[in-house]
């Protein structure tokens, strides 16, 4: 294609990293629905990304995300672990990772699923902020719930990642 970037693939020339935090998963109890749907949206859009990473709940989360972070991808997703479950851990985990907080993509997040007509996604803990300039979100673990943010973050993704890296407000 001439004359500029393809729109259908806003994030081409980027990389990003998807961790699917579920015990259950991780396990084979059931296929990793939410990862998946993650790394094939960010694909479509142009996105280096490999398939995701499944892991338990618990410490291997932490491991996952500073390994996630480590890469500097400019973008890293989890999907699970957000919920208020006992083994729930996700948030706990991504936040020592990072140095500042985007708050408003969290809360957007959970308005979007709200606004759906799913009062539950109002429960969903997730954070969403920098580790140095990888932008680190945390997603439900429910497809739908991955569907949901993906139609938001489709919008917001490009203009943020272009901020991260010096770009133009």
Known sequence: ?????????????????????????????????????????????????PDARVVPDGPDVADALAAAVATEADLVLTTGGTGLSPTDGTPEATRPLLDREVPGIAETLRAAGVAKGVPTAMLSRGVAGLAGRTLVVNLPGSSGGVKDAL??????????LDQVRGGDH
């Open 1 to 49: 294609m001439t004359g500029g970037a393809d729109p259908s693939r806003p994030l081409t020339g980027r990389t990003a990293v998807v961790v699917t935090c579920s015990t259950r998963a991780a396990r084979g109890v059931y296929p990793d629905r939410g990862g998946a749907l993650l790394v094939e949206a960010l694909r479509g859009w142009g996105c280096e990304v």
């Open 151 to 160: 139609a938001v973050l489709g919008d917001v993704l490009p203009h943020a």
